[in-house]
């Protein structure tokens, strides 16, 4: 982004990467919490969730990629140390070590809710100063929303399912 791209920008431009890259952070997380659950996942209707997983986590890979795009287009660095990711994490991480669906059911579900409360946060940040990076953001929401209502019709439909 040029000279005049990053003047229109009406927030505190080290603020708002700080922010971007705690976003960052969180995706890089998210997706590896689910590419290894789709990998480990077991018990019933492990073949649609471990479908669905997979599908998040290359959706969460797309959104890391959108963030350090942006952070870069605005004169920063993305986080470059995966050390740095959970320091900086918003969200969290939970490891998958009971590998049960219905467990990584609930476990990504409470992922999706934090990110969907850290990108409304963030929208509110930027709203009506910096359009670019709101427009991302919200189109990024929209994934994040829609990735939890996926997991929990599949949640409600393994609730079913068990009790027949």
Same mark, same amino acid.
């Given at each position: 982004?040029?000279?005049?791209?990053?003047?229109?920008?009406?927030?505190?431009?080290?603020?708002?990467?700080?922010?971007?890259?705690?976003?960052?952070?969180?995706?890089?997380?998210?997706?590896?919490?689910?590419?290894?659950?789709?990998?480990?996942? *077991?018990?019933?209707?492990?073949? &649609?969730?471990?479908?669905?997983?997979?599908? %998040?986590?290359?959706? /969460?890979?797309?959104?890391? +990629?959108?963030?350090?795009?942006?952070?870069?287009?605005?004169?920063?660095?993305?986080?470059?140390?995966?050390?740095?990711?959970?320091?900086?994490?918003?969200?969290?991480?939970?490891?998958?070590?009971?590998?049960?669906?219905?467990?990584?059911?609930?476990?990504?579900?409470?992922?999706?809710?934090?990110?969907?409360?850290?990108?409304? *946060?963030?929208?509110?940040?930027? &709203?009506?100063?910096?359009?670019?990076?709101? %427009?991302?953001?919200? /189109?990024?929401?929209?994934? +994040?929303?829609?990735?939890?209502?996926?997991?929990?019709?599949?949640?409600?439909?393994?609730?079913?399912?068990?009790?027949?």
């Amino acid at each position: 982004m040029g000279t005049k791209g990053r003047e229109i920008v009406g927030v505190k431009l080290d603020e708002l990467l700080k922010l971007l890259n705690k976003a960052l952070s969180d995706e890089w997380l998210a997706y590896y919490q689910y590419w290894v659950g789709a990998l480990v996942v *077991k018990g019933r209707m492990h073949g &649609e969730v471990e479908k669905e997983l997979s599908q %998040h986590a290359k959706e /969460e890979f797309e959104h890391a +990629e959108i963030l350090a795009k942006r952070i870069i287009q605005l004169g920063g660095t993305p986080v470059l140390k995966p050390e740095e990711w959970y320091k900086l994490t918003n969200c969290g991480y939970d490891a998958p070590v009971d590998p049960d669906t219905e467990k990584l059911l609930l476990q990504n579900i409470k992922g999706e809710q934090c990110a969907i409360s850290t990108y409304q *946060k963030l929208i509110q940040f930027v &709203e009506g100063k910096d359009i670019v990076t709101m %427009h991302l953001l919200i /189109e990024i929401l929209e994934d +994040e929303m829609e990735h939890e209502e996926d997991l929990e019709v599949l949640l409600e439909d393994l609730r079913s399912f068990k009790g027949k």
